[in-house]
T-cell receptor
């Protein structure tokens, strides 16, 4: 049982570059969540999908952020263009029952 | 507008029970109490949840007061590996409003 898989684990990029974070949920899970964690703001829900359909994207900070889930086994979170304030750890989580979520190891993003 | 209140930190001795309190005085009748924890540099981990009855699983016990305005997470025999931030969250089980809002949590330090 591989758990939620995220890639890359670490990403360092320069301001203005496009960043794509990837997530593979646990097989059979029908809900997928993207979170962001910083020291200042804590853990914030950005967007979640149910059966590959975005249900709530009210946490997405601005138009520079977009998320897709083209199929049940893959999701991406894209930031274009990236800014230093986007530096954070980004977590993906999946679940069968909405609130029993299994989190991935996270992607640590640094934007210079 | 936090729905839960937790002390910022506590500690306990290894092998002893750790009792982590949480206040949720404005909890609604259909809201569950969830506990997650986050060990340093890892994604959050689901522990347990309950509505009004006490619950127990292999990780912990959850005691909810009769008026449901507070609860206690009990780790019966704390180990050093239980050192983490513990989040108490209230949420409905399913539906569009079913999402986890993480507060600051309580930092539990287990000392040898």
């Amino acid at each position: 049982d591989a758990g939620v898989i995220q890639s890359p684990r670490h990403e360092v990029t320069e301001m203005g570059q496009e960043v794509t974070l990837r997530c593979k949920p646990i097989s059979g899970h029908n809900s997928l969540f993207w979170y962001r964690q910083t020291m200042m703001r804590g853990l914030e829900l950005l967007i979640y999908f149910n059966n590959n359909v975005p249900i709530d994207d009210s946490g997405m900070p601005e138009d520079r952020f977009s998320a897709k889930m083209p199929n049940a086994s893959f999701s991406t979170l894209k930031i274009q263009p990236s800014e230093p304030r986007d530096s954070a750890v980004y977590f993906c989580a999946s679940s069968v029952r909405y609130n029993e979520q299994f989190f991935g190891p996270g992607t640590r993003l640094t934007v210079l | 507008d936090a729905k839960t209140t937790q002390p910022p930190s506590m500690d306990c001795a290894e092998g002893r029970a750790a009792n982590l309190p949480c206040n949720h005085s404005t909890i609604s009748g259909n809201e569950y109490v969830y506990w997650y924890r986050q060990i340093h540099s890892q994604g959050p981990q689901y522990i347990i949840h309950g509505l009004k009855n006490n619950e127990t699983n292999e990780m912990a016990s959850l005691i909810i007061t009769e008026d449901r305005k507070s609860s206690t997470l009990i780790l019966p025999h704390a180990t050093l590996r239980d050192t983490a931030v513990y989040y108490c969250i209230v949420s409905v089980l399913t539906g569009a409003n079913s999402k986890l809002t993480f507060g600051k949590g309580i930092t539990l330090s287990v000392r040898p």
